[in-house]
């Protein structure tokens, strides 16, 4: 099994780039359907939690493809990783790992380190800052910037438009600040 | 906005008053049932298999675009980015239609100041947690169940920007 064993391994930037970009007519053409999944949040608060917000108040059931995508994604996530397993450890560039070592992190070997993202880490700081802080920001500022990476980085530039731009370039920036300030200062809060 | 077809009354609400907060919207004018909308499930799944087998989900990876250390993650976003210019490209000169035949529509993004405060304030979270909302799910999908709580606090976020919204700069 060849192929499989090639599947196996992690996919180059070359391939998995255009395997993404043709995302953007794959779903115009098979629904009308502009690529992005921040909204996907929002559509679960309008359904779930709409609590007579106007910002939620609107025929969220027209949108049910986004929640069927993001259910799909999800599904991915576990076939690739369960059955499509990597049989090599994570490959980190040593520069980002000693610069990581040094504020604390310690396993390199998967996806995520399980240094902050195991479950007793849940009702500490750490769970606390990495995950209820760091996923308000990613569900606060997306919607606040309209679309995150796939609404605005993908399809945004892919149709020309400027505004979204703006939003890529202050991902960026807010990214770079996170990572060269805020993280640095929060690991060792929590260390 | 002249391309914009509208029908229903909630959809005209939507598009004035909201076009600047929505994205991945729905312009197909034909409903599709829960068959129709499987689908966009299974583009999901492969997504979510590029996902994780070019590693984009990972919090090192993120942290190494962000570290200048590997071109990983620019290559993907540049390519993605460039084949998707490409086909929109193509779509519009051949007026290219959808499967069950109706022109192609994207709403235009509108410019308020919120791409610039939003957008940083995701930056800060994307470093943090090593995703943005679609590696999310992914990540769930990988065994990482901590995520669970990652993800709530996000749709907790997006709550809350519903609840401020008025009160906030635009």
């Known amino acids: 099994m060849e192929i499989f064993e090639l599947i196996s391994k992690p996919w180059p930037w070359y391939i998995a780039g255009p395997l993404i970009g043709f995302t953007v007519p794959i779903l115009l053409l098979l629904g009308n359907k502009s690529f992005g999944i921040s909204s996907s949040l929002r559509h679960i608060c309008a359904a779930v939690i709409p609590a007579n917000i106007s910002f939620f108040k609107y025929d969220w059931k027209k949108e049910t493809w986004n929640l069927f995508f993001v259910a799909g994604i999800t599904l991915g996530g576990f076939v690739a990783t369960y059955l499509l397993t990597n049989p090599d450890s994570l490959i980190v560039a040593e520069s980002t790992k000693a610069s990581l070592s040094q504020l604390g992190i310690t396993d390199f070997s998967g996806l995520m380190p399980t240094d902050i993202f195991s479950a007793e880490n849940i009702l500490s700081l750490k769970g606390l800052i990495f995950f209820v802080l760091g996923g308000f920001l990613v569900g606060f500022g997306t919607r606040y910037a309209g679309g995150c990476t796939s609404g605005h980085a993908i399809m945004g530039l892919s149709n020309l438009q400027w505004p979204s731009l703006v939003a890529t370039i202050f991902f960026m920036v807010g990214g770079f600040f996170s990572t060269w300030i805020l993280l640095p200062w929060l690991l060792n809060l929590v260390s | ?170």
């Open chain 2, 1 to 170: 906005m002249a391309t914009i077809k509208s029908n229903s009354t909630a959809e005209i609400d939507l598009l004035d008053k909201d076009i600047d907060t929505f994205d991945g919207t729905n312009q197909q004018s034909k409903t599709e049932n829960f068959i129709g909308n499987l689908k966009y499930l299974i583009v999901g799944v492969f997504f979510g298999i590029v996902f994780v087998k070019a590693e984009i989900v990972s919090w090192f990876r993120i942290q190494e675009m962000f570290r200048l250390d590997s071109f990983h993650m620019y290559g993907v976003i540049g390519l993605a980015v460039i084949i998707g210019l490409i086909s929109m490209q193509i779509i519009k000169r051949f007026n290219i239609k959808t499967i069950s035949g109706e022109t192609v529509s994207v709403p235009p993004k509108q410019f308020n100041k919120g791409q610039i405060y939003g957008g940083f304030l995701f930056g800060l979270g994307w470093a943090i947690t090593g995703a943005c909302p679609g590696p999310l799910f992914a990540q769930i999908g990988s065994g990482f169940l901590v995520v669970i709580i990652t993800l709530l606090s996000a749709i907790a976020g997006t709550w809350t920007y519903g609840l401020l919204r008025s009160r906030l700069p635009h």
